[in-house]
C-alpha cells in the first residue's frame, strides 16, 4: 500500500484563490520531502525541498509567494497555491525522504483545475 | 551533459517479452538507485533500490547496477499489458539531501 498519501487527488479552483495541498508520510517520519510539477508527457520538476521545522528550500525560478510551503510536522508537508491562475493548472506530486532506507516515496499526485 | 540520461522511447514489445530498460550516469560517487514505474496521471511508484553495484531480483523484475560503466538496467520478465507505463531511472545526489536526479523515463507499450 501506499507509504505516501497526497490529498486531494483532485481539485478545481477558481482563478485568484488559493488551494492548499497535503502531503503525509504514512508509516515514517520525513524530515525533508520534495514537491514536484509535472506537464503532461514530461519528466517530474522539482520545485522546493520542504524541510521540517525550517523554511523550504525552492529552485530557481520557482516564485516562494506564489507556492507556500510548510513543514509543519515529521510526516506532514502542505503546498498552497496562493492567487492561482489558469496557467497553474498541473498535476503536483509531493515525494518524502526516507532517511534509514536512503529511499524516496511518492505520494499519487493531484490535479489542479484553475477555471 | 546530463547526470543521468535514459532513452525516451516509446519502447512497444509484444506480450510475454522480456524488457530491458537501461540508463547510463555521470558521477560515479552516486550509489543508491532506484526504479520507478509511472502510470498515465499518477504519481511515480518505486520498483528496484539497489545499492552500489550487482543484481537484485523481485518477482519479474531485476534491477542491475554496472559501477565500472556507470550502467543502471532494470529487466521485466513475462511482460504484461499491466507493465506498460513510464520507467524512469533515478539516483539519490551525491549530497544525501534525498534530492533525486531522474532519467527523462521510457514509456513502454506491452501489446497483447
Known amino acids: 500500500g501506499a507509504v505516501v498519501s497526497q490529498h486531494p487527488s483532485r481539485v478545481i479552483c477558481k482563478s485568484g484563490t488559493s488551494v492548499k495541498i497535503e502531503c503525509r508520510s504514512l508509516?515514517?517520519?520525513?524530515?525533508?520531502m520534495f514537491w514536484y510539477r509535472q506537464f503532461p508527457k514530461k519528466s517530474l520538476m522539482l520545485m522546493a525541498t520542504?524541510?521540517?521545522?525550517?523554511?523550504?528550500?525552492?529552485e530557481q525560478g520557482v516564485e516562494k509567494d506564489k507556492f507556500l510551503i510548510n513543514h509543519a510536522s515529521l510526516t506532514l508537508s502542505t503546498l498552497t497555491v496562493t492567487s492561482a491562475h489558469p496557467e497553474d493548472s498541473s498535476f503536483y506530486i509531493c515525494?518524502?525522504?526516507?532517511?534509514?532506507?536512503?529511499?524516496?516515496?511518492f505520494g499519487e499526485g493531484s490535479w489542479l483545475t484553475v477555471v | 551533459q546530463k547526470e543521468v540520461e535514459q532513452d525516451p522511447g516509446p519502447l512497444s514489445v509484444p506480450e510475454g517479452a522480456i524488457v530491458s530498460l537501461n540508463c547510463t550516469y555521470s558521477?560515479?560517487?552516486?550509489?543508491?538507485f532506484m526504479w520507478y514505474r509511472q502510470y498515465s496521471r499518477k504519481g511515480p511508484e518505486l520498483l528496484m533500490y539497489?545499492?552500489?553495484?550487482g543484481n537484485k531480483e523481485d518477482g519479474r523484475f531485476t534491477a542491475q547496477v554496472d559501477k565500472s560503466s556507470k550502467y543502471i538496467s532494470l529487466f521485466i520478465r513475462d511482460s504484461q499489458p499491466s507493465d506498460s507505463a513510464t520507467y524512469l531511472c533515478?539516483?539519490?545526489?551525491?549530497?544525501?539531501?534525498?534530492?533525486?536526479?531522474f532519467g527523462q523515463g521510457t514509456t513502454l507499450q506491452v501489446k497483447p
Open positions: 539497489t545499492y552500489s553495484s
Open positions: 533515478a539516483t539519490l545526489s551525491s549530497s544525501n539531501t534525498g534530492k533525486l536526479i
Open positions: 558521477n560515479s560517487a552516486f550509489q543508491y
Open positions: 515525494s518524502a525522504f526516507r532517511t534509514e532506507r536512503n529511499t524516496i516515496y
Open positions: 520542504s524541510n521540517e521545522g525550517s523554511k523550504a528550500t525552492y
Open positions: 508509516d515514517f517520519q520525513a524530515t525533508t
